[in-house]
């Protein structure tokens, strides 16, 4: 594989790509499409936390949206009720959900596949039904009014770049997560994980460890999105969050931590021009979803990448083999369906 | 990769985000319209209200050669799916790209109050004939969200309350869904009733989309109490309904119902189960008013069924606005003036057949009907007026600064008199 680029090639590559055509698009477009590309990139940051476990540690987890929202609700709270400032209340709704985060986990390690799934299903439900009934404390069915960002970044422009900034950097600390050692063993584990566990490593704390940090990034997306939507209600911790948030990621390719990008923008940007058009813009969602699973089961960036390496194959007549990033979306599909 | 294929990737991933962005809808500018951008559920649970909503409001426009103060009218309808979030985005969408000079509708109080918020920042006018959350007229104020035709959740069933007091009731218990309009709902019926010395001999709640009502109903029978309050709305409203009946208490304790719990959106698909059951609101479609049954004979013949709550709301409210329009000449650019005018004005010829107008709180004062379930003589079943309380407003007999020093509504207070 003599043409081919190393993996941090194509990895910085990436982050120029986000950086460049994400930083470019406030110069060339409106301010509600603005608001659009603002939560592209919340979204991309949650679909990523998810990617980390889906694509990497081969745990497909349908909780990370009650954990994303439990950051929400928190920081709205601390600055709405308690009247705190948000800066706190980030990092208090970022230290809540990785604290709900240890919680799941502590439950989460001892299973995997679809149990995993309904495991991490239920706990999110759990977090959707407090935010539910607790009504004294966040308002139930109706959920709390923020109060406003704070000047620094109260402007629209502002407000993205910063976000932008944020972003880039956990994307940055997730994709140091995933190329540690430490993240090696995860993927050991979602090869086989008796093969690591014979070869004496503590695959439960690692899976422990892991779904903690995840829950980390998906504590500072919600804090990031409490921050945008200035609103918050149990649609925003429900069920259908973190189903959206997986879809991203699959959309985009899982175990590619990039196309989350990718996928958070087909769907918000499906979603938000669709439905201008036609009332039935949900079931363009799912024809879309079902298109991607037939045509390009690893996701966008994964059938990008197979197109890319099958032409130089062709040009070069190097046999490519897969390398171990798309072999996490294949490993994910192969459990999964 | 090599030079090529990375512009190739590149130009790729530049062309797919554009088309993205710049693929947004085209907006047709005619000889500057007046832009309305309207939120309905138009899918998830309660879409078929959301489409009455629709209904309501076009018709009206229909009527009325879509204009307004010799302005073109142009109504850009987005779905709401039901969801505050997307509500939010959905308003924003109307408010910064499409441009309209306000907002109207949603149906569940919590995409209303998630729209509400957005608007106090921005200051775009916000007409919410359906949205009855309590605080919005009372504690919450915010001066540009405005409840044209709309109504209070509390305010509807005080006269109810004290209906029932009238009639000999002294023991009643409650049944309503378990969020907020039902808290608000029942709290204002329990507070009258037991204010006027009535006793709520028990609160059930029910969570939304509840299945199967045999458990309450059950613990509802063996309470021995005069009268039944019930609030529910949509499919639980029918369930509940045809389960009373099946149960054999129907005929045995009376039911009284919040005004949701025998709207046309639910009643219309019953038969005998919802027979006589008494229930309150400032519409009733049976109401031999001439006004009040031009308007229905119109729906009916349009949409080939009777006009709900919905679309009624948002055929007034739409009314409402439209006259406020005309009597500023169709200059609405001045949002101070255009509330203000707005706030100060009344519905003179709404299907109402009354003219209705604002208390200072922004919250319309009705003439309540006692509404009962009945047969009409084509052998639908409608609601008829069988008393009428006038000029009620949201705070009832209440002195509005004594009344909003007690907390909202919600399962734990429920204004009950001990």
């Not at chain 1, 990785?98 to 919680?103: D, E, Q, Y």
């Not at chain 2, 204009?67 to 969408?93: C, F, Y």
């Not at chain 2, 046309?264 to 006589?276: A, F, K, N, Y």
Request: glycine share 10%; net charge positive; with cysteine.
């Amino acid at each position: 594989m003599t043409s081919a680029i190393s993996a941090i090639q194509r990895s910085a590559l990436g982050f120029v790509l986000v950086l460049v055509l994400f930083g470019a698009l406030p110069l060339v477009i409106s301010s509600y499409q603005m608001s659009i590309a603002n939560e592209i990139l919340i979204f991309a940051l949650l679909a990523m936390s998810i990617d980390v476990l889906a694509g990497y540690a081969g745990r497909t987890s349908l909780g990370h949206g009650a954990l994303f929202g439990a950051s929400t609700y928190v920081v709205i709270y601390w600055t709405s009720v308690y009247g705190g400032s948000a800066w706190v209340g980030c990092l208090l709704g970022v230290i809540a959900a990785t604290l709900i985060a240890t919680v799941f986990a502590a439950f989460a390690v001892r299973v995997s596949g679809v149990y995993f799934l309904l495991l991490t299903l239920a706990l999110g439900m759990i977090v959707w039904g407090v935010c539910l009934r607790w009504t004294s404390v966040t308002g139930g069915e109706n959920g709390i009014r923020g109060v406003g960002r704070p000047d620094l970044i109260a402007n629209p422009t502002v407000f993205y770049y910063a976000t932008l900034a944020v972003v880039l950097l956990m994307t940055f600390l997730m994709w140091r997560f995933v190329r540690s050692p430490f993240g090696l063993t995860l993927r050991g584990i979602r090869d086989s994980e008796s093969r690591m566990r014979s070869l004496g490593y503590g695959t439960s704390v690692h899976m422990f460890v892991a779904f903690i940090v995840t829950g980390f990034f998906a504590g500072v997306a919600g804090a990031l999105y409490a921050l945008f939507n200035n609103f918050v209600s149990p649609s925003t911790v429900q069920l259908s969050q973190s189903v959206e948030g997986l879809l991203m990621a699959i959309i985009g390719g899982v175990g590619t931590l990039f196309g989350s990008f990718i996928g958070a923008a087909a769907i918000i940007l499906l979603e938000n021009v669709v439905s201008a058009y036609t009332a039935r813009w949900q079931m363009v969602l799912g024809f879309t979803f079902i298109g991607t699973m037939i045509f390009a089961p690893e996701g966008i960036l994964g059938a990008l990448r197979w197109l890319i390496s099958r032409k130089r194959w062709r040009r070069s007549s190097n046999i490519v083999t897969n390398d171990s990033n798309t072999k996490g979306g294949t490993k994910w599909i192969a459990d999964n369906f | 990769m090599d030079r090529r294929q990375f512009l190739k990737a590149t130009s790729l991933t530049v062309a797919v985000s554009a088309a993205g962005t710049l693929a947004t809808p085209r907006i047709v500018r005619a000889a500057d319209p007046i832009r309305i951008g309207l939120m309905a559920p138009l899918s998830g649970v309660v879409a078929a209200g959301g489409r009455e909503i629709v209904e309501g409001f076009n018709m009206y426009w229909e009527e009325h050669g879509k204009q307004s103060g010799g302005r073109a009218v142009e109504v850009i309808i987005e779905d709401d799916a039901g969801n505050p979030d997307t509500a939010l985005q959905k308003a924003r969408r109307l408010v910064e790209q499409a441009k309209v000079d306000f907002l109207f509708g949603n149906l569940l109080a919590n995409t209303g109050l998630a729209v509400a918020s957005y608007v106090k920042g921005n200051g775009v006018p916000y007409f919410i004939p359906v949205i009855a959350a309590d605080d919005l007229t009372q504690r919450n104020r915010i001066r540009n969200v405005i409840r044209v035709a709309g109504y209070t959740a509390s305010q509807m069933p005080r006269p109810l309350a004290d209906w029932a007091l009238k009639q000999g009731h002294k023991r009643i218990a409650t049944i309503s869904q378990d969020y907020t309009f039902g808290h608000e709902q029942c709290g204002g019926f329990a507070q009258v009733f037991t204010e006027g010395g009535g006793q709520i001999v028990s609160q059930l709640w029910n969570p939304l989309n509840t299945a199967d009502f045999s458990p309450y109903i059950g613990q509802l029978g063996n309470l021995k109490v005069d009268a039944i309050f019930a609030m529910e709305l949509g499919a639980d409203a029918s369930r509940f309904m045809k389960q009373y009946s099946d149960f054999g208490l129907k005929g045995q304790i009376p039911l009284l119902g919040a005004q949701n719990f025998t709207d046309q959106s639910v009643i219309r698909t019953l038969g005998e189960e919802c027979d006589g059951i008494i229930s309150s609101a400032h519409f009733a479609e049976g109401s031999d008013n001439p006004v009040t049954q031009k308007f229905v004979k119109a729906y009916s013949a349009k949409y080939n069924k009777m006009p709900s709550l919905y679309g009624f709301s948002h055929y007034s409210g739409a009314m409402w606005v439209d006259q406020v329009i005309n009597q500023l000449k169709g200059d609405i650019s001045n949002r101070d003036v255009f509330i203000d005018a707005v706030l100060k004005s009344q519905l003179t010829n709404s299907p109402l057949g009354r003219p209705v107008r604002f208390d200072d709180y922004g919250n319309p004062v009705y003439d309540v009907y006692i509404r009962k379930v009945v047969k009409n003589k084509d052998g639908k079943y409608w609601n008829v007026p069988i008393q009428t309380y006038p000029a009620v407003s949201q705070f009832w007999t209440y002195k509005p600064e004594e009344y909003l020093k007690n907390p909202p509504f919600s399962r734990d207070y429920q204004g009950i008199k001990k």
